[in-house]
């Protein structure tokens, strides 16, 4: 059948990608067209067979769900994601949006979610397990109690707020240099910028300020 949604199912098992299996590929319009038990191979998958939808368990072997999202994203592979995983703590939760993941489903509702998860990120639209929404409520009501405390932050460029993100994942301005393709040196410029924006008086003031607001900025 033409048009059909790609998709590939990454779990360390083989049970639970069977039954995932079994409920996608019940929809005429989704192809199953790999399946992982660890990271390494998903992310082998993903770059030879460019599913439209991954869907991702966090805990595997080699390679972590998190190590594969950073892995595609290094890459520039685009390709939805979608986070299936036992993990309802907001702190997890968050690192996952964080890292730009479309979809974040728990197993436990996995039976009712997936389906629909996968049909909203392949119209480009994310998707997370409504038992988890009072995550994302808390989550958007900090931010914009951040915005409403530090206001500055409209003044930052998308350069900067970028930067300002990678100095919340505790990356050094050499890291930080390389992902963004400038030097170091340059980073030192924006770092200097942003204290003067957000009136944050020197490095660690600076590295404090990102820590503290990982999940809102």
């Given at each position: 059948?033409?048009?059909?949604?790609?998709?590939?199912?990454?779990d360390?098992?083989?049970?639970v990608?069977?039954?995932?299996?079994?409920?996608?590929?019940?929809?005429?319009?989704?192809?199953?067209?790999?399946?992982?038990?660890?990271?390494?191979?998903?992310?082998?998958?993903?770059?030879?067979?460019?599913?439209?939808?991954?869907?991702?368990?966090?805990?595997?072997?080699?390679?972590?769900?998190?190590?594969v999202v950073?892995?595609?994203?290094?890459?520039?592979?685009?390709?939805?994601?979608?986070?299936?995983?036992?993990?309802?703590?907001?702190?997890?939760?968050?690192?996952?949006?964080?890292?730009?993941?479309?979809?974040?489903?728990?197993?436990?509702?996995?039976?009712?979610?997936?389906?629909?998860?996968?049909?909203?990120?392949?119209r480009?639209?994310?998707?997370?397990?409504?038992?988890l929404?009072?995550?994302?409520?808390?989550?958007?009501?900090?931010?914009?109690?951040?915005?409403?405390?530090?206001?500055?932050?409209?003044?930052?460029?998308?350069t900067?707020?970028?930067?300002?993100?990678?100095?919340?994942?505790?990356?050094?301005?050499?890291?930080?240099?390389a992902?963004?393709?400038?030097?170091?040196?340059?980073v030192?410029?924006?770092?200097?910028?942003?204290?003067?924006?957000?009136?944050?008086?020197?490095?660690?003031?600076?590295?404090?300020?990102?820590?503290?607001?990982?999940?809102?900025?």
């Amino acid at each position: 059948m033409e048009n059909q949604i790609k998709i590939i199912i990454a779990d360390d098992h083989p049970i639970v990608r069977q039954g995932l299996r079994q409920m996608i590929e019940a929809d005429p319009n989704f192809t199953v067209v790999g399946e992982a038990g660890d990271g390494a191979e998903t992310l082998r998958l993903i770059e030879t067979h460019l599913p439209d939808v991954a869907v991702i368990d966090i805990d595997m072997p080699k390679l972590s769900g998190f190590e594969v999202v950073q892995e595609i994203a290094r890459k520039k592979i685009g390709v939805g994601i979608i986070f299936l995983t036992m993990h309802s703590e907001e702190e997890i939760f968050q690192q996952a949006l964080d890292l730009g993941v479309n979809g974040y489903v728990l197993k436990d509702s996995a039976t009712t979610d997936i389906v629909a998860g996968i049909k909203s990120i392949a119209r480009g639209k994310p998707y997370i397990s409504p038992s988890l929404s009072v995550l994302l409520l808390n989550r958007r009501r900090r931010t914009e109690q951040l915005k409403s405390e530090k206001p500055e932050l409209d003044r930052l460029s998308p350069t900067e707020r970028r930067i300002l993100k990678l100095i919340a994942e505790d990356k050094t301005s050499k890291e930080i240099g390389a992902e963004l393709f400038i030097s170091h040196r340059t980073v030192h410029s924006h770092r200097a910028n942003i204290c003067q924006k957000l009136n944050l008086r020197g490095n660690l003031a600076l590295v404090k300020f990102a820590l503290t607001h990982r999940s809102e900025l």
